[in-house]
C-alpha cells in the first residue's frame, strides 16, 4: 500500500456522554405538503447555541429541513430537555411563516422534485456525485452520540451494537409511504439511504488500526475527502471522541425520542463495560447483519431477527424485552431507568409506521390526515 496510512486520532471522552441530533421537516399549514422556508427559520431563530457553544439549529441537504442539535450531556433526561427547548424556539419562528414543524422518515405523499437544495461546496459535490440518488434524499433521521474512552473499545462495541440494530430500526420505523403510496416497508427510508455510496452498514474492522487503513485508501482513491462524507448507519466520530448512531428513522414523540436515546446510551455503556471486563461481545457475520437490517426495514416490529451466528431466529420483540431486561442494571446507573422502560410500550402502543397506517386506513387514505396527526404527536 503506497503512502504513509492515515492516522486517525480519537481523543476519547473521559465519561459516556449523550447527544442527540434530531432532523425535524417543515410543513405548511393549510396544504400540509413540505415548505422550503428554512433559511427564513433560521433568520427568526438567529445563532443558537449550547452552554458549550455547540449550534444548536443547524442546516441540512434540503431546504425543508432544520437540525435540532444538543450540547454534550451527561443523561438522557438533561439531552431531551435541551433539544425540547431548541424545538420550542424553532417552532416560535416558523409559526409566524405558516410553517408547522413534522418529523418521521419520510414524508407520506411530497414531491422530491418540488424540493430545493441547500447551497454549499459539500452539499454541491454530493448532488454533482450522487445525481438522481443524491435528490432523492428527501429522508429524516435521529442520530445519538455516545462517549467513548479509548479507541480500542470502538469496534469491539460496534461490531456487538449491529445484534440489535434491527430492534432499534423496527421500534423507530417511521416510513411506510413515499410520494403517496404506500411501500409496503416499515422503514423505507432505511433502504433509500443506503443508496448513496457511502451510506449502509458498517465494516467490522477488528481495531482501530484497520480502521486507519480504510480511511487512507478511503481518501486516496478519493472516495472521500472528509471523515463526515463517511454515512454509515452506525460510525466512529473521532473528532468528538464517541461513537454515532444513525439507524432510527425520524422520531415524532418526545417520549419515543427519549426512550431510543436511553436504549442506545444503555447499549453501548453496557458494551463498554463487558469490553472492560474482558467479555466476549458475540457479533454476526455481515449477511446476517444485512438480513437483519433489511427484514426490520420490511417488517417492523413482526420481523423474524437472526440472534446469532449459530442461525437462531426470534421475533424482534421478544428478543427485545431479554435486551432490556440485561440492561436494567445499566440504566439505573445512567439514570434514564424510566426512559428505557417506556421501549416496551411502544410495541403495545404501536409503532410510528404503524399509527400512520392506522389513520390512513380510517380516513380512506387520506395523507393530509397522517400529516395532521404527525403534526400533532411532535407538538405533545
Known amino acids: 500500500m503506497g503512502g504513509a496510512i492515515e492516522n486517525v486520532p480519537f481523543p476519547g471522552s473521559p465519561r459516556p456522554t449523550i447527544g442527540i441530533e434530531w432532523e425535524v421537516a417543515l410543513v405548511d399549514k393549510v396544504t400540509r405538503d413540505l415548505s422550503n422556508t428554512a433559511a427564513a427559520v433560521f433568520d427568526a431563530v438567529g445563532d443558537l447555541r449550547a452552554w458549550d457553544g455547540t449550534p444548536q439549529v443547524t442546516k441540512e441537504l434540503l431546504r425543508n429541513t432544520v437540525e435540532i442539535v444538543t450540547g454534550v450531556h451527561d443523561t438522557v433526561a438533561a439531552a431531551v430537555d435541551d433539544l425540547s427547548g431548541t424545538m420550542d424556539t424553532v417552532r416560535r419562528a416558523a409559526d409566524p411563516l405558516g410553517v408547522d414543524l413534522f418529523c418521521a422518515g419520510t414524508h ?3 414531491q422530491w422534485s418540488a424540493q430545493q437544495l441547500t447551497r454549499s461546496p459539500h452539499y454541491d459535490e454530493l448532488i454533482e456525485r450522487t445525481q438522481w440518488w443524491g435528490r432523492q434524499m428527501m ?3 435521529v442520530h445519538v452520540h455516545v462517549g467513548v474512552s479509548h479507541r480500542e473499545k470502538v469496534f469491539p462495541i460496534l461490531n456487538s451494537l449491529l445484534l440489535t440494530y434491527p430492534h432499534l ?18 422503514s423505507n427510508r432505511t433502504l433509500m439511504f443506503q443508496q448513496l455510496p457511502t451510506a449502509g452498514l458498517p465494516f467490522q474492522f477488528e481495531n482501530w488500526a484497520q480502521f486507519e487503513h480504510f480511511v487512507h485508501d478511503q481518501m486516496q482513491t478519493g472516495v472521500i475527502e472528509q471523515l463526515g462524507g463517511m454515512h454509515w448507519d452506525i460510525r466512529p466520530a473521532p473528532k468528538w471522541g464517541t461513537i454515532e448512531v444513525r439507524i432510527c428513522d425520524g422520531i415524532s414523540t418526545r417520549a419515543e425520542l427519549a426512550a431510543l436515546a436511553a436504549f442506545i446510551h444503555c447499549l453501548i455503556v ?3 463495560r463487558r469490553v472492560v471486563e474482558g467479555e466476549d461481545l458475540g457479533s454476526l457475520p455481515p449477511w446476517h447483519v444485512q438480513e437483519n437490517k433489511w427484514r426490520a426495514a420490511r417488517y417492523g416490529l413482526d420481523a423474524i431477527v437472526i440472534t446469532d451466528s449459530d442461525n437462531t431466529e426470534r421475533l424482534v420483540t421478544d428478543d427485545l424485552m431479554d435486551v432490556l431486561n440485561r440492561l436494567e442494571p445499566t440504566a439505573k446507573r445512567l439514570g434514564c431507568a424510566d426512559e428505557l422502560s417506556y421501549i416496551a410500550e411502544i410495541p403495545q402502543r ?10 390512513a386506513a380510517a380516513t380512506q387514505g387520506d395523507l393530509i390526515a397522517v400529516v395532521d396527526a404527525l403534526v400533532k404527536e411532535l407538538d405533545k
Open 350 to 359: 404501536g409503532a410510528s409506521y404503524q399509527r400512520q397506517r392506522k389513520v
Open 108 to 110: 407520506p405523499f411530497a
Open 270 to 272: 453496557d458494551l463498554d
Open 139 to 141: 429522508i429524516w433521521g
Open 169 to 186: 430500526l423496527a421500534l423507530s420505523a417511521s416510513s411506510p409511504m413515499w410520494a403517496g403510496a404506500d411501500t409496503g416497508y416499515a
